[in-house]
């Protein structure tokens, strides 16, 4: 039986979608799975190789805000005060003591992850410029959810600590929420893009076998559908294909293909009684995971596949707040193994 699709929808509702010249993405219209990632790769191959150097001067295009400010992912506060702001040029790294002291060059998939090789080592869908001082602090260690253990807390949230994903273990970085998409759609455009090189990248925690371990790619799935691109990502997609490299990322451009290629092959089987139980009580959504103790995602779909709620459960039994109108849900529970039941309110 072919497992419930979770993620439908085309366009969600408020995404902003970037505009990609007539007949771009032609050679890979109706294509699905792997034959779609290939058909990308051909697409987006032979991107010119900007220097290291010339990131500097690439950054104050691609990451510049409406003020003229460095749009630093790891220190900005969306519809708030950022702690501190950068100037391009001036402020570039350098050498730092402490948060705000000045940017660098964020590999946000590490160098030591690829070996250093040429063309991701510059390659702006996964580079950001970044506070020195967090940069530092993020290292070589991958992104992830950060439970109560946290090492060290950045000033706008986001935070290296123990990772609690289920499937993630150690250290890892969560960067706020406002970023996670864009971060998402960058390992999948690396994945893409760099697709008979990832094979040999054996020092990335986060790959297997030239594709990504089954925690990383659902992790990645669910920042890329709870952070929808964003106008930001379409400016940027824009300048870096006609100012710089003259490729794009595509799923910036058609965030749809992500399901595509990596949302076909989850794992997950719908549920019997016996391995979830799901029951309402007024506006709370119970579950009972039986036996199971460990730490899991739940989250709530509509059948539309849009992402309504969700929370981690801890225990074997719990409820989540739900005030979603009458109708049929689509519950996923993460866990040691995936699972979904369709629930109707």
């Given at each position: 039986?072919?497992?419930?699709?979770?993620?439908?929808?085309?366009?969600?509702?408020?995404?902003?979608?970037?505009?990609?010249?007539?007949?771009?993405?032609?050679?890979?219209?109706?294509?699905?799975?792997?034959?779609?990632?290939?058909?990308?790769?051909?697409?987006?191959?032979?991107?010119?190789?900007?220097?290291?150097?010339?990131?500097?001067?690439?950054?104050?295009?691609?990451d510049?805000?409406?003020?003229?400010?460095?749009w630093?992912?790891?220190?900005?506060?969306?519809?708030?005060?950022?702690?501190?702001?950068?100037?391009?040029?001036?402020?570039?790294?350098?050498?730092?003591?402490?948060?705000?002291?000045?940017?660098?060059?964020?590999?946000?998939?590490?160098?030591?992850?690829?070996?250093?090789?040429?063309?991701?080592?510059?390659d702006?869908?996964?580079?950001?410029?970044?506070?020195?001082?967090?940069?530092?602090?993020?290292?070589?260690?991958?992104?992830?959810?950060?439970?109560?253990?946290?090492?060290?807390?950045?000033?706008?949230?986001?935070?290296l600590?123990?990772?609690?994903y289920?499937?993630?273990?150690?250290?890892?970085?969560?960067?706020?929420?406002?970023?996670?998409?864009?971060?998402a759609?960058?390992?999948?455009?690396?994945?893409?893009?760099?697709?008979d090189?990832?094979?040999?990248?054996?020092?990335?925690?986060?790959?297997?076998?030239?594709?990504?371990?089954?925690?990383?790619?659902?992790?990645?799935?669910?920042w890329?559908?709870?952070?929808?691109?964003?106008?930001?990502?379409?400016a940027?997609?824009?300048?870096?294909?006609?100012?710089?490299?003259?490729?794009?990322?595509?799923?910036?451009?058609?965030?749809?293909?992500?399901?595509?290629?990596?949302?076909?092959?989850?794992?997950?089987r719908?549920?019997?009684?016996?391995?979830?139980?799901?029951?309402?009580?007024?506006d709370?959504?119970?579950?009972?995971?039986g036996?199971?103790?460990?730490?899991?995602?739940?989250?709530?779909?509509?059948?539309?596949g849009?992402?309504?709620?969700?929370?981690?459960?801890?225990?074997?039994?719990g409820?989540?707040?739900?005030?979603?109108?009458?109708?049929l849900?689509?519950?996923?529970?993460?866990?040691?193994?995936?699972?979904?039941?369709?629930?109707?309110?």
């Amino acid at each position: 039986m072919r497992p419930f699709p979770l993620f439908v929808l085309l366009v969600l509702p408020g995404v902003v979608v970037a505009q990609p010249p007539p007949g771009y993405y032609d050679t890979a219209q109706g294509l699905t799975g792997e034959a779609l990632r290939q058909a990308l790769h051909d697409i987006i191959d032979d991107h010119a190789v900007l220097a290291n150097s010339a990131l500097w001067s690439a950054f104050s295009q691609t990451d510049r805000k409406e003020d003229n400010t460095v749009w630093d992912i790891y220190s900005d506060i969306p519809d708030g005060t950022p702690p501190y702001t950068f100037q391009f040029v001036v402020d570039q790294c350098g050498q730092y003591d402490g948060e705000g002291d000045c940017f660098n060059r964020e590999h946000s998939f590490p160098q030591s992850w690829f070996n250093d090789q040429i063309g991701p080592s510059t390659d702006l869908f996964h580079m950001y410029p970044t506070d020195g001082w967090v940069n530092q602090k993020r290292a070589n260690w991958p992104y992830g959810v950060v439970g109560s253990s946290v090492t060290y807390a950045a000033d706008n949230g986001g935070k290296l600590g123990q990772c609690i994903y289920p499937g993630c273990s150690g250290l890892a970085f969560e960067p706020i929420d406002a970023y996670k998409g864009d971060l998402a759609r960058g390992y999948f455009y690396l994945l893409t893009r760099y697709k008979d090189d990832v094979i040999n990248w054996t020092t990335a925690p986060v790959l297997e076998n030239g594709n990504f371990m089954p925690w990383a790619r659902n992790l990645l799935l669910e920042w890329h559908q709870a952070d929808p691109v964003s106008a930001k990502e379409v400016a940027r997609n824009n300048t870096i294909y006609s100012n710089l490299q003259g490729n794009r990322n595509p799923y910036i451009d058609n965030p749809q293909w992500v399901e595509q290629i990596w949302g076909t092959d989850v794992g997950i089987r719908e549920t019997t009684a016996n391995d979830l139980r799901l029951w309402w009580d007024g506006d709370r959504l119970n579950y009972d995971r039986g036996e199971v103790t460990s730490v899991a995602h739940l989250r709530v779909f509509d059948v539309a596949g849009g992402l309504i709620v969700q929370q981690l459960a801890t225990g074997p039994k719990g409820s989540i707040t739900f005030m979603g109108a009458p109708g049929l849900y689509v519950v996923r529970m993460d866990g040691q193994e995936p699972s979904v039941q369709r629930i109707l309110r």
